[in-house]
């Protein structure tokens, strides 16, 4: 079992920066895929972004990429997503899900992560 907890989230102008943090409960973090999805009103989730248990693989959706860093920290079970350069679209409700071993190539998919945290809002002002 695993419980995570987002935080970091904001109102924040476009071209500013946040950082959102996912704090993870439970002795097996490490050995976890991390991911963030959004939600924007009226869209479906989307991927943003994941970090597989090493930390050795990453991967961005394209419209992040470039501007969105995630990073983990086994040692204190939790997750960072640095967010630059922000857009009005990039405005949503931040969700840091957990997925255990998931196959190659899966890892924009939500429905292979088995815990999600409750989300965190992030608004960017135009």
């Known amino acids: 079992q695993v419980r995570l907890v987002e935080s970091g989230g904001g109102l924040v102008q476009a071209g500013g920066s946040l950082r959102l943090s996912c704090a993870a409960s439970g002795r097996t973090f490490s050995s976890y895929t991390m991911g963030w999805f959004r939600q924007a009103p009226g869209k479906e989730r989307e991927f943003v972004t994941s970090i597989n248990w090493s930390g050795a693989y990453v991967n961005y959706a394209g419209s992040v990429k470039g501007r969105f860093t995630i990073s983990r920290d086994n040692a204190k079970n939790t997750v960072t997503l640095q967010m630059n350069s922000l857009k009005p679209e990039d405005t949503a409700v931040y969700y840091c899900?957990?997925?255990?071993?998931?196959?190659?190539?899966?890892?924009?998919?939500?429905?292979?992560?088995?815990?999600w945290g409750q989300g965190t809002q992030v608004t960017v002002s135009s």
């Open positions: 899900a957990a997925a255990p071993n998931p196959s190659a190539g899966t890892y924009y998919r939500p429905s292979i992560y088995d815990y």
